[in-house]
Every structure is written in structure tokens, then in C-alpha cells.
């Protein structure tokens, strides 16, 4: 079976009409969203009628989480105070803007999807907003994998697209609790065998950040095991023009056409923001 995984389409109607028809003509059996439908990009309606038409499977990005919930990150969860600003602009007019229907759908989406030993998720398997980026610590990345229960965990939420292997090991779990007389003993000291685990990020559809401006996506083939990451041209500079003609900050069609973040990175990027 084909399995073709998109992520973070962003509003980003033209992205995801090249992307759909690349997936077609890989002769995908199933397609599966990793999230962010909304945010940033100036078509969040039509990306998710267009989505919910295909019934295509999606799990819930940060972004969809924000609309529903409310924006209630605070500064630490930007790379920087520009970042956090023009983040609060692009909640404000999706926020605005969509319709009640589309509300809806991000609501009643999932956290996590599975498909025997794949587990799909936006930002991790712990929460929406943590990024795994390709060069995490590699016993972090491991854990994360394993707290899928999977053998292949599919992500997004960083828009740089990478495959990154974990090697099979051994991890040796050992804890120690005090007891009232002052020594302590060993309640849990075991070692665990993992077999190889890979992390997939699909980059992203609507707002690339690896360097260029083309759509990125992921195909997946079960039969040989094989992962193949794609990148689709399309007409971005249509895109561009929506955003400035919507209203939007005119950095997001500067980014889009450079394929670039266009902020300092997160020095930590696991951190989540727990207000």
C-alpha cells in the first residue's frame, strides 16, 4: 500500500491543489494529515472544505488547536518576539474569518491517528506544540518513538521535511526510591530491546522552510518499506498576492517565496509551553 502523509497546508489553497495531483499521479492508495490547516495562509475555508470533501484522515495541529481553544500561548512558545507578534496577527484575522462549519471540523479532530505499526501526530506524540527536530538527542528521539508505540512515527509542525533512523539498542532503566530508614532501594532495573525506529517529518504544504518555496510532502510504501520525500512546484506567487491582497502581514508572502522561517530559532525546541 501507498500511504501519502501531508502536513501544515496553512491556509494554502494553491500548495494543496499541486500537492493532491502529485499524490494522484503516485498512485497513493490513502492520504493522511498531520494538521495546521489553518493559520498564516489566506484560504482556511477552502483548505478545509477541501480536506473534509476527500475525507481525508487528519490529526490536530497546534494552529487547529488555537482556533478552537484560543490563542493562550505565551511568548516562550515563538522563536522570538517578532515571531510571537506576527503569529498573534495571523490568529486574530483566521480567527476572524472562518466559518463556523470549519470551527467545527479542527474541533472534533483527533489528537493521534494509527495504522498498524504508524502512528501519525502533529508535533509528538506528547503534544501539537513540541517540534522533533532532525538533530534532537537521539535518546529523546527514541523516547518519543516509543511513546507512540510505533515503528514508524510520522510528524510535522517544523516544515522541514528529513527521515531520521534509530537505530535497534538497548535502553537500561533503572530507579531508586529512598525508603524511611535512609536506604534505598531498587524498584524498577531492567533493560529494554528496541528494534529500529524511524521518525518521518513531511515538512510542509503550505509553508516551506527548508530553503525553497516548492510543497513538501511524504510517500510511504509498505510493500518494500520504502520513504520517499516529494517536493511539488506550484503557483506560490498566487499565493503571495492573496495574502497582501487579504490583508495580511506582507513578511508571510516574503517567507513563502523564500521557502524561510525569517525568525531566530527556539533554543530549546522541545520546550512546550505549559500555560
Known sequence: MKIAVISCIHGNYEALNAVLSDIDAQNADKIYCLGDLVGYGPHPNAVVEMIRSLDIPTC???WDEDIVEGLNACECSYPSV?????????????????????RSFLADLPFSLREDNLCFVHGSPHNQHEYLMPGMDAFVAMERVMAAGADILFCGHTHIPYVRTLDSGQLHIKVQMAQPNGQSQIVT???????????????????PRHGRPNA????????????TLREVEYNYQKTCADIIEKGLPAIFAWRLARGLEFAERADDPTHICER
Open 60 to 62: 490536530q495541529g497546534c
Open 82 to 102: 517578532l515571531a510571537e507578534k506576527r503569529g498573534r496577527l495571523a490568529h486574530e484575522w483566521t480567527n476572524q474569518v472562518i466559518h463556523p462549519e470549519t
Open 189 to 207: 532495573d531492567r533493560t529494554v530491546t528496541t528494534p529500529l525506529k524511524r521518525i518521518v517529518n513531511a515538512g510542509s504544504v503550505g509553508e
Open 216 to 227: 513538501t510532502y511524504v510517500m510511504y510504501d509498505t510493500n518494500c518499506d520504502r520513504i
